[in-house]
């Protein structure tokens, strides 16, 4: 376990900053506490500091995770980010999508979000904008990559892709064995 | 008798003027050579042969006295050196020193060059001298041009070689493969043992020899002189504190592994400075955005397009509607 180096830190931003923008100033800097991040077997864990000192008393080899996994780095030093991150990007996400409760479903088993399935978008998404995807209760149930811009979202015809899909809640079934 | 006590006390006090005004000044016959860069006085004046002869109190008194006289004269001359007033008006008054002039010499003896290796002995009787080798290789299978070692050699990839002839007089059972590779690793055992070896006779030789040489060599690569200007701007008093950096030498202090193994941060470091470094990556990032971003411009457009367009379409109904009314 080990902080981010700068470019590391630089990287992580970068994918964060396009779901959330300039507010990962409130992950960095929060009134409740000191948060950080730490890396450990490729994966960036958010925790507080509070959690950070018992941790740092596991052995490497033990220790399977701590706090909340953000993401993994890939073997070419790319960063993924993962839906266990979802709660922090959820609040503070600046894009957002609705889907409507047929197409929910789908998205949830892995498909990305059909013109058929939009319920809602933010006004001023621009093409392959980090978007977060609710339902149409609110409810978010993922995010991903926005296909077409709101413009051009209303023009496409009902079968075109306007989102694509990166993670949804649907995996904490999936992908069981291999979340931490 | 008051009246003679208080002569005596002008005459006290009179001569005590005279005494300091004799200890500020000092008579010598030639000049002092100043080298105030280096705080350094000489004198050529010839001493008083009679007084520093024999050991003995004597001495001590002489040579105190003209070193006392020499440092009155050193410091009368930087007395006369621009000053001023360092850290503001109430802090000491600095002296600006010029540039030293007076060269040092070396404190230690230059460093010998290492002693000839076996090899290099050798080639000296026999007068073999260096040969360049091209980097390239003409690869007849391949009809090109290959590098003599390393990826894609000439000779093809000694992993894959799927042959290997039994030479002759050779045991037909034995592995011609596990043979090869036994004796390449013999042989470079060999040059380890021997290059080791020829590290141990020069540090037997020398003082203490470096594993890169130190002197200027015509033939040293880049990563040397690198590793050699390292070495010598910390072979300094101060460890190279002091040290102005070369024109183009990076103008961070050297990590002290310089070396392969990476150093990261501690993990329950300072938790504030790292929150504020992140935040001030997070402003870098944030100030770095294009101003102009053209996808926004692209969708503005786009926006008034249709709007016109709907304004337009509204504008045909309600005259169409108008004309239908008419009618």
């Known amino acids: 376990m080990r902080p981010l180096t700068e470019a590391e830190t630089r990287v992580v931003f970068e994918k964060l900053g396009r779901y959330i923008g300039e507010n990962i100033q409130l992950l960095v800097d929060r009134p409740d506490g000191t948060y950080c991040f730490r890396l450990h077997r490729d994966r960036v864990y958010y925790l507080s500091e509070k959690l950070l000192k018992v941790a740092a008393c596991i052995p490497r080899e033990s220790l399977v995770s701590l706090g909340t996994c953000f993401g993994k780095f890939t073997k070419s030093q790319k960063f993924r980010l993962s839906v266990t991150a979802l709660d922090f990007l959820a609040p503070y996400a600046k894009y957002k999508v609705w889907v409507k409760p047929g197409s929910e479903q789908s998205f949830l088993y892995g498909n990305h979000v059909l013109k058929s399935g939009l319920g809602r978008i933010t006004e001023n998404t621009a093409q392959y904008q980090g978007v977060v995807v609710y339902s149409m209760a609110d409810v978010p149930l993922g995010f991903g990559v926005a296909a077409k811009s709101t413009q051009e979202c209303r023009k496409v015809d009902p079968m075109a892709i306007v989102v694509f899909h990166q993670a949804d809640v649907g995996e904490y079934v999936r992908n069981e064995d291999t979340l931490t | ?327």
Not at chain 2, 5 to 11: G, I, M, Q, T
Not at chain 2, 88 to 111: D, I, S
Not at chain 2, 236 to 262: M, V
Not at chain 2, 265 to 289: T, V
């Open chain 2, 1 to 327: 008798m008051a009246a003679v006590r208080v002569e005596e006390v002008l005459a006290a006090a009179e001569e005590q003027e005279a005494e300091k005004r004799r200890s500020v000044t000092v008579e010598k016959e030639l000049e002092l050579e100043f080298d105030l860069g280096n705080l350094l006085a000489l004198d050529r004046n010839p001493p008083a042969a009679a007084g520093l002869r024999g050991a003995g109190p004597r001495r001590e008194t002489v040579l105190r006295a003209l070193a006392r006289d020499n440092t009155q004269l050193l410091v009368a001359q930087l007395w006369d050196l621009p000053a001023e007033r360092a850290g503001g008006a109430g802090g000491p008054l600095v002296a600006q020193l010029p540039e030293p002039t007076f060269r040092l010499p070396r404190e230690k003896p230059p460093p010998r060059p290492r002693p000839p290796t076996r090899w290099e002995q050798f080639a000296r009787l026999k007068g073999i001298r260096k040969r360049k080798r091209t980097s390239l290789v003409w690869d007849e299978q391949a009809k090109e041009w290959r590098r003599r070692w390393g990826y894609r050699r000439a000779g093809g990839d000694p992993a894959r070689a799927w042959l290997a002839e039994v030479p002759e007089g050779a045991d037909p059972e034995e592995d011609q493969f596990a043979r090869l590779r036994r004796e390449k690793q013999e042989r470079v055992a060999r040059n380890e043992l021997n290059r080791l070896r020829n590290l141990a006779r020069a540090h037997r030789a020398g003082t203490a020899v470096p594993a890169v040489p130190l002197h200027p060599t015509g033939h040293q690569s880049r990563e040397e002189l690198g590793h050699v200007a390292r070495v010598a701007r910390v072979s300094t008093a101060s460890l190279g504190r002091f040290q102005p950096r070369l024109p183009k030498e990076s103008a961070e202090p050297p990590s002290r592994s310089s070396g392969k193994k990476r150093r990261f941060e501690p993990l329950l470091g300072n938790l504030a400075a790292e929150r504020s470094r992140q935040l001030e990556l997070l402003r870098d990032m944030g100030s770095k955005k294009p101003v102009l971003d053209i996808t926004r411009a692209v969708n503005k457009q786009l926006r008034q397009e249709e709007a016109e367009a709907a304004a337009a379409k509204g504008k045909k109904q309600s005259r169409r509607g108008k004309r239908g009314r008419r009618q």
